[in-house]
Nanobody, 115 residues
Framework: QVQLVESGGGFVQAGGSLRLSCAAS????????VGWYRQAPGKQRELVAT??????TVYADSVKGRFTISRDNARTVALQMNNLKVEDTAVYYC??????????WGRGTQVTVSS
């Protein structure tokens, strides 16, 4: 059974940094990409960043230059978040997207940025 577990969320002041990790367990094949998404209260879930197995990355315009997605190892993907802003406050979710079109989601980790 595949599980994705996010960690590293927390409470930080604006301008600070956090590093999120997504650890996968279970057998996963035919991965298209791994991504981080976020959902703020009252808003739709939105893409933050994705990374392919080959290392190609995509970022939302709102986080370019501040966030970095990386593969720590074969089963862990990280999201380094620097210069955090109040508007980055959200629940952050890890997603593994498969080539067949579906995928897996973690349960999320809360990030709260105060002014």
């Amino acid at each position: 059974q595949v599980q994705l577990v996010e960690s590293g969320g927390g409470f930080v002041q604006a301008g600070g940094s956090l590093r999120l990790s997504c650890a996968a367990s279970g057998f996963i094949s035919n991965i298209n990409y791994v991504g981080w998404y976020r959902q703020a209260p009252g808003k739709q879930r939105e893409l933050v960043a994705t990374i392919t197995l080959g290392g190609s990355t995509v970022y939302a315009d709102s986080v370019k230059g501040r966030f970095t997605i990386s593969r720590d190892n074969a089963r862990t993907v990280a999201l380094q978040m620097n210069n955090l802003k109040v508007e980055d406050t959200a629940v952050y979710y890890c997603n593994v997207q498969l080539r067949r079109g579906d995928g897996y989601w973690g349960r999320g980790t809360q990030v709260t940025v105060s002014s």
